[in-house]
Structure formats: structure tokens, C-alpha cells
């Protein structure tokens, strides 16, 4: 145990049951703990495995390359389609928990044994995804913006075309890129 996230387990008001039973069995696999994102986050050779996290509907063990398992429990979830590498189970009580204690735990040693074969998530490139036509309009008109935009990470890049895409009307999309061209002129993500 890190003492530097007992805090994280002490304040947990709705799922602090479920979160210390989850701390438990993933220090049991010999993990290291750590705090990143304000969460605990377990690691293995300096490598992310997996996290913990609470929801307003339930908590959630977070693999970090949990496309990669082989999930013979059918019991990881792809948090939403974007979403290319991680994959978590959701629990609503420490019940949940305490009966899939033994099938955690092989998940667990399984993303250990990912990591140490040096396994990769083959990511879907930014190329691939598609500018939303207001944002592209945006671009063609804008050469500060066009160059400020591909200047940014392609995680950064990413992020806003998703963002900038979701939305089903033209005129929330524009909105949307409209409020964070600034973000994007000083160099920052979507959430920075």
C-alpha cells in the first residue's frame, strides 16, 4: 500500500466498500501503487495495468490494454466506441466483487503477462478518423488555425475531432469548435 492514496480509499464516500475490497486483491497480484489522474492506479514495471475508479451508478477495475485480454468471462466493457484500448468491469456492491474475487485476480495476472510479452494496441491513426465537415470549412479558412491544430499532439488531435464530431446538429459542432479554438491556438487539449 502507497499512503500517498489512502486519502483516495479514506474520502470515498459511495464505494468505499467496493474500492477497498478492489485495492486488496490487486495489491494481492503484487503490484505497485500509485496515484495518476486522482486515482489509484496500479503498475508493473513502470507500465500502467490497471486503475480504480467510482461512477455515480457503479465503480469500475480499469485495464489499460484490456482490448488484449482474452476476457473468457465475457465481462469487460468498452466504455464508449472510442475507446481503443481499455476495457473495465463495473460493479455495484462488494458482493459483485468478493464472488469474482479469483476471476479478478487471473484477469489481473493476465495484463501483468501482456505487458511482459511488450504487447501493443495497434491504435487507429488520426488520419483515419474523419474531420467533421464545420471543422474542416474552419481549417480551409483559417491557416493559423489549420497549422496550430496539426501542431498538436496527435492524442491532443484526437481528442478534439472526437469531441468536435459527437455532436448530431451542425450548429452544436460549430459551437463546440467555436468556444475551443483559442485552446487550440495556445497549444492546449480539450482538457488542459
Not at 486503475?51 to 488484449?68: D, N, S, V
Not at 474552419?138 to 455532436?167: E, H, M, V
Not at 459542432?173 to 495556445?186: D, G, H, N, T, V
Amino acid at each position: 500500500m502507497n499512503p500517498e492514496v489512502d486519502f483516495y480509499f479514506d474520502n470515498a464516500k459511495k464505494w468505499h466498500d467496493e474500492f477497498e475490497k478492489l485495492r486488496a486483491i490487486v495489491l494481492d497480484c503484487g503490484l505497485e501503487e500509485g496515484l495518476k489522474w486522482g486515482v489509484p492506479c496500479y503498475i508493473f514495471q513502470k507500465s500502467n495495468i490497471v486503475l480504480i475508479h467510482g461512477f455515480k451508478e457503479y465503480c469500475a477495475l480499469l485495464f489499460f490494454k484490456g482490448a488484449l485480454l482474452n476476457d473468457a468471462n465475457g465481462i469487460l466493457i468498452q466504455q464508449t466506441k472510442n475507446v481503443q484500448a481499455a476495457r473495465h468491469i463495473r460493479f455495484t456492491n462488494v458482493h459483485e466483487i468478493m464472488n469474482m474475487h479469483a476471476i479478478l485476480k487471473a484477469y489481473i495476472y493476465e495484463a501483468i503477462e501482456i505487458e511482459k510479452a511488450g504487447l501493443k494496441i495497434e491504435f487507429i491513426k488520426n488520419a483515419e478518423l474523419i474531420l467533421p465537415e464545420e471543422f474542416q470549412n474552419k481549417l480551409d479558412i483559417n491557416p493559423l488555425l489549420k497549422t496550430a491544430f496539426y501542431a498538436l499532439t496527435p492524442g491532443r488531435q484526437r481528442a478534439y475531432i472526437l469531441y468536435f464530431s459527437a455532436p448530431k446538429q451542425s450548429i452544436t459542432r460549430i459551437s463546440r469548435i467555436e468556444k475551443y479554438m483559442q485552446q487550440i491556438f495556445l497549444g492546449k487539449g480539450l482538457n488542459d
